[in-house]
């Protein structure tokens, strides 16, 4: 049985529809990411399930209990904000206690439970330390104690990462996402970055303009993007019109050259029109160009070398294609004509 049902939910500000028909289950301990482009519903989606925002239609189901008409301060979620601030004239041990007392903890097991989890976050003797002395990633630990001290049935996280550096943040997701895998943590988790709903989530649900475009695990969504818009959002820029020439074997002509996909969606004919994907790590370098579908020559624009794979940028007629190329997979320079190989598996085709 799901433990959190997110049912029909729509939601209109000012006439405007913000989310339409939103419908998600999430499973005890599971770690949902609601991923999407800045305005598609995401954090009023958030705030739906937190009770700090009513829904115009649809129901929030907890353990399989209605909660919709309960106040937000009496659903004992846990929340962690990116302004979500910390108490900086407070030290790390008072912010944790903060919520603790409110829910009339014996000081006793206050202080018990705010050592458990500083030790949890790598904080571990840090109660006394005002919060202005920590550092930016220091600060979000304290963030994640407080709002895990007191057992929330669920924790909510709306870019709670969003103000550190890239490299702190990577560190930090990782460090997240086996905090809340320990406890045993359901979550739902809010980002418009890609890497970062991969990082921490077990399933992701895609959104776009108020809607769930797609549901699936990270792998499941990357292999298997539904939409031109999913693979977009998900890092695949390689975008192409095409033309279905034969279904078996299938092939597919397109500006820069005939393509064979590992597999085309069903229903389709020769003559139809369709969009595909190529992903970026789909391709390698060749040394002569070999007559066949899959063999393109295009002229190399740009290419970038950036440590564990060389990013190039080839042009065509009439699309430019961007590839990682392994290391230091391509040493040819700008304006030289280039040989690639597709592998089929790359290439996901949509239907019009
Ligand atoms: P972001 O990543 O930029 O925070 P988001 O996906 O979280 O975006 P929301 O904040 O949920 O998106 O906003 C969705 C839409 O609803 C936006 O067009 C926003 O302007 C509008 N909106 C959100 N809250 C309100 C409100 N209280 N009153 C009016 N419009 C609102």
């Not at 870019?159 to 045993?184: H, N, W, Y």
């Not at 040819?332 to 790359?346: D, F, K, M, T, Y």
Request: with cysteine.
């Amino acid at each position: 049985m799901p433990f959190l049902t997110i049912s029909h939910i729509s939601k209109t500000f000012d006439a405007t529809p913000v989310l339409h028909d939103i419908s998600l289950d999430v499973v005890r301990g599971e770690i949902v990411c609601l991923l999407g482009p800045s305005g598609c519903g995401k954090t009023t989606l958030l705030r739906i399930i937190a009770g700090l925002e009513r829904p115009d239609r649809g129901k929030i189901l907890l353990a399989g209990e209605d909660i919709t008409p309960v106040p937000s301060h009496k659903r004992d979620f846990g929340l962690m904000f990116q302004d979500y601030a910390l108490f900086p004239h407070m030290t790390a041990g008072e912010n944790i206690a903060f919520g603790l007392k409110m829910h009339g903890w014996t000081q006793q097991q206050i202080e018990e439970r705010v050592t458990e989890l500083l030790a949890l976050v790598d904080l571990a003797g840090y109660e006394a330390r005002p919060v202005y002395e920590l550092s930016g990633g220091q600060q979000q630990r304290v963030a994640l104690a407080r709002s895990l001290a007191p057992n929330p049935r669920l924790l909510m996280l709306d870019e709670p990462l969003g103000a550190l550096d890239r490299t702190l943040r990577d560190q930090l997701l990782v460090e997240l996402r086996s905090i809340l895998k320990q406890l045993g943590q359901t979550a739902v988790y809010v980002t418009h970055d890609q890497m970062e709903a991969f990082a921490v989530a077990d399933r992701v649900a895609l959104m776009r303009a108020g809607r769930i475009e797609q549901v699936g695990t990270p792998e499941a969504l990357y292999l298997r993007p539904v939409s031109p818009f999913a693979a977009r959002f998900l890092g695949m820029s390689n975008i192409l019109a095409g033309t279905i020439v034969s279904l078996a074997p299938p092939l597919i002509d397109t500006p820069v050259g005939r393509l064979q996909p590992a597999a085309l969606p069903a229903g389709l004919r020769p003559g139809d029109a369709v969009q595909l994907v190529i992903r970026p790590e789909g391709a390698r370098v060749a040394r002569e160009h070999l007559s066949g579908p899959n063999h393109l020559t295009l002229t190399l624009v740009n290419r970038s070398f950036r440590g564990a794979h060389t990013l190039i940028q080839l042009a065509g007629p009439g699309a430019t294609l961007a590839f990682e190329i392994p290391g230091l997979g391509c040493t040819a320079r700008p304006g030289q004509s280039l040989h690639v190989v597709i592998g089929p598996e790359a290439i996901v085709v949509f239907d019009n």
